[in-house]
């Protein structure tokens, strides 16, 4: 699917802003739906954090999705588009006790436990609130994602997670708690994952574990596979919706899930990345000595994850009805694309060939539907990007 830009709307509007192409996020749900019907025990989750625009979330608990949420606010604003609380499921480091009365108070479907202190703390929060929590435990499968190191979560030099060796003491802990009840295991290797081989290792180390827990006589009654499935920012519009069959066949094929048992996924960026994009006019065209600088009005702000991650978007300029030539006709120019926050790593990608641009032209930042918007902040008392979603 390509993604249209309406260029007279978007001319009226304030930027920088982001737009959201909301056929393009039905019809991704709709391809996730389709991989996992036949799965009674399947149940997908979207993990908030990837974007929680209230009218995308709203979208997303219409397509019967649960939550993964990371803090108290993601469970409040689950709660808020209309995501049942027993299709949520709750992890994070660290929990404070007003977040974990609140997911006591909702009856959420799980918590995702990471150290045992923390279990320790949930058992009593449940006990002072008369209640039982469920809990599964956060196990580091010491599985290499391959991808950047600032998203890899899964290797055991991390401050997410329980080493996989103290599993069977995290769950006998768990059964010995009065409020407690213990639900099952959950993994998560890291982010923007393109290949199958980390999910498949992710199977396969999951499977030694359970026929372990196995000889000892520990029944799990659910695993949470977590998320991680990445997603083409070079080809936004080519692979609009990432590649969710061969994904959950991986799980279907590699996974040996116990008779009745339950599998969770946790996806974020595969559900929203392309949907989103970032759009931004063109403030100054810069000539330096050996460089040119094409100045948004858009920058690390609205979208951190060039300066973070050091990620690459695809950068497009937007073609406008008062154009001479049709942009793929138009000669191209290089460009250093920037934006204007005073933050040398502001630069969303170097060397970009474009057509000639001038002030007041339109440019989309791609693939921006995941980890753009919930990153967002006021760093130089720059207020946050208003959205239009279409
Ligand atoms: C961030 C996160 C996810 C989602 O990751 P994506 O790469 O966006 O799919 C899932 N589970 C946990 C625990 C996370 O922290």
Redesign the pocket.
């Known amino acids: 699917m390509h993604t249209h830009f309406p260029a007279d709307r978007l001319l009226q509007h304030p930027t920088p802003c982001y737009y959201y192409d909301t056929a393009l996020l039905d019809a991704t749900l709709a391809e996730i739906d389709r991989c996992t019907r036949g799965e009674p025990h399947w149940h997908v989750h979207y ?1 908030i ?2 974007n929680a625009n209230p009218a995308i979330l709203r979208r997303i608990a219409r397509a019967g999705l649960g939550a ?1 949420c ?1 803090s108290g606010g993601e469970i409040e604003a689950a709660i808020a588009a209309g995501i049942p609380a027993t299709r949520i499921v709750y ?1 994070g480091v660290g929990k404070s006790d007003r977040e974990i009365d609140l997911a006591l108070r909702h009856s959420i479907a799980c918590f ?1 436990v990471e150290s045992l202190e923390e279990l320790q703390v949930i058992n009593e929060r449940a006990a002072s609130l008369g209640t039982i929590a469920p809990v599964a435990f ?1 196990i580091n499968p010491n599985v290499d994602a391959c991808t950047h190191a600032k ?1 890899t ?1 899964g290797l055991s030099e991390n401050k ?1 997670g329980i080493d996989l060796g103290d599993t069977e003491r995290a769950i006998r802990t768990a059964h010995s708690l009065a409020h407690i009840r213990y639900e099952g295991l ?1 993994f ?1 290797i ?4 393109l290949t199958d081989a980390p999910f498949r290792r992710l199977c396969h180390r999951i499977n030694e574990l359970q026929e372990r827990l196995e000889r000892q006589g520990i029944r799990t009654p659910g695993i949470n596979v ?5 997603i083409s920012y070079e080809h936004p519009d080519d692979e609009s919706i990432p590649r969710f069959e061969p994904y959950f066949d991986t799980f279907r094929r590699h996974l040996a899930l116990r008779p009745g048992q339950q599998l969770h996924f ?6 929203v990345g392309q949907c989103g994009t970032l759009i931004a006019r063109v403030l100054y065209v810069k000539q330096g000595t050996t460089r040119r600088f094409l100045i948004l009005d858009a920058g690390m702000t609205e979208l951190v994850r060039p300066a973070m991650y050091g990620a690459r978007h695809a950068v497009q300029r937007i073609a406008l009805p008062t154009d001479a030539t049709p942009a793929a006709d138009a000669p191209r120019c290089t460009y250093d694309v920037v934006g204007p926050v005073c933050e040398s790593s502001d630069v969303f990608v170097k060397d970009q060939p474009l057509p000639p641009c001038r002030r007041g032209d339109l440019i989309a930042i791609r693939s921006a539907g ?2 753009g918007e919930s990153m967002a902040s006021t760093y130089n008392l720059r207020p946050l990007p208003p959205t239009i979603v279409q």
């Not at 946790?266 to 559900?271: A, F, I, Q």
Request: hydrophobic share 35%; aromatic share 6%.
């Open positions: 993990a954090k990837a993964d990371v992890a995702n956060r998203i979560t997410f959950h998560h890291g982010s923007q994952i977590g998320g991680g499935l990445g946790e996806l974020g960026r595969s559900v995941a980890y």
